[in-house]
């Protein structure tokens, strides 16, 4: 007790501080998440997302070599297709805009840099939802199989690992026979498993034109309230065959975080979502805080709740500072 124990002599010097540190961000923990679109020469800023754009196919080769010499081990990448229809059928079409933009980082890059490839139908179909529409309603299990048909097209372009962010029951499943079958037994799963239904994705829908054009995403994507409902999608995501498993969005979810790696000690990601990138962004714009410290006080924050894997905007930043 006072004043034989005394706190604060492990935290005189940045020494003694970096020793005992227990949760630091290095730039091996992220993933840069990138938005090519169709049909455009040179890349266009995202309004809502200052320091973020949507990059023209040509330029994704300089992309991907700045990465790699920034030290950052893999993007996402999020197609914006040229032409919409109610199927989404350029999701799963093999010279879509995703599967192009695959190939032509591995072109550049190969190995040296993972391309994770964002699997959903709501940037591709004209109505904006993640799935078939039917009467209104977002159908299931017909989706499964578009889901499935997206996945081995990245995989054959040259995905490292495709990420399902549509939140269908069922689709890490599908996927992942869909994709041994094709012969795809190496291609990775990071699944978004514990997706909300968040405010905080506006700036994304903005960036990929991927608004709803009726209704919205909570009769598939998670409600705020609800954690153990974490857990349960969480589990059947590894027993499907998830090899990641991702809490969206980050910062108002750490608790979630946390819970999921304390429960399955799998390989967690966390998206810091456009939102949270935007907010920071916006304070720091206005002076409200220093940019450099809030961006790493946020990264420590998720890492510390558990998070192995961090989607972040922030990424290039955040590598030239580390
Ligand atoms: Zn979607």
């Known amino acids: 007790m006072f004043p034989a124990k005394r706190m604060r002599r492990l935290r005189k010097s940045e020494r003694l501080r970096s020793l005992v540190r227990e949760a630091e961000v290095t730039k091996g923990d992220l993933i840069y998440p990138i938005f090519v679109q169709e049909g455009?020469?040179?890349?266009?800023?995202?309004?809502?997302?200052?320091?973020?754009?949507?990059?023209?196919?040509?330029?994704?080769?300089?992309?991907?070599?700045?990465?790699?010499?920034?030290?950052?081990?893999?993007?996402?990448?999020?197609?914006?297709?040229?032409?919409?229809?109610?199927?989404?059928?350029?999701?799963?079409?093999p010279r879509g805009i995703v599967q192009r933009a695959v190939a032509e980082m591995k072109a550049e890059v190969g190995e040296d840099l993972l391309?994770?490839?964002?699997?959903?139908?709501?940037?591709?179909?004209?109505?904006?939802?993640?799935?078939?529409?039917?009467?209104?309603?977002?159908?299931?299990?017909?989706?499964?199989?578009?889901l499935a048909k997206t996945a081995v097209s990245h995989a054959k372009a040259g995905a490292d690992m495709v990420a399902p962010s549509d939140m269908m029951d069922g689709r890490v499943g599908a996927i992942r026979s869909a994709l041994d079958e094709a012969g795809c037994e190496e291609t990775l799963i990071m699944s978004y498993a514990a997706k909300y239904a968040s405010a905080f994705y506006g700036?994304?829908?903005?960036?990929?034109?991927?608004?709803?054009?009726?209704?919205?995403?909570?009769?598939?994507?998670?409600?705020?309230?609800?954690?153990?409902?974490?857990?349960?999608?969480?589990?059947?995501?590894?027993?499907?065959?998830?090899?990641?498993?991702?809490?969206?969005?980050?910062?108002?979810?750490?608790?979630?975080?946390?819970?999921?790696?304390?429960?399955?000690?799998?390989?967690?990601?966390?998206y810091n979502v456009s939102g949270e990138y935007a907010i920071v962004k916006a304070a720091a714009e206005k002076g409200y805080g220093d940019e450099k410290r809030m961006v790493m006080e946020v990264l420590t924050a998720i890492k510390r709740a558990g998070a192995d894997i961090i989607l972040t905007y922030h990424a290039k930043d955040a590598a030239g500072w580390l």
């Open 40 to 93: 455009i020469g040179r890349r266009e800023a995202i309004a809502a997302m200052p320091g973020q754009y949507r990059l023209p196919l040509g330029g994704l080769r300089k992309e991907a070599r700045e990465l790699v010499d920034l030290g950052i081990p893999g993007v996402i990448l999020f197609g914006i297709p040229a032409r919409k229809d109610a199927k989404g059928s350029q999701a799963y079409a």
């Open 203 to 270: 700036p994304f829908r903005e960036a990929a034109g991927s608004v709803p054009s009726f209704g919205d995403r909570k009769g598939y994507q998670m409600d705020p309230g609800n954690s153990d409902e974490a857990l349960r999608e969480v589990l059947l995501d590894l027993e499907e065959g998830a090899d990641i498993v991702m809490v969206k969005p980050a910062l108002a979810y750490l608790d979630v975080i946390y819970r999921v790696k304390n429960e399955f000690l799998a390989p967690t990601a966390a």
């Open 115 to 146: 391309v994770i490839t964002d699997v959903c139908l709501c940037e591709y179909t004209s109505h904006g939802h993640c799935g078939i529409v039917k009467g209104g309603k977002v159908l299931n299990d017909p989706t499964l199989e578009l």
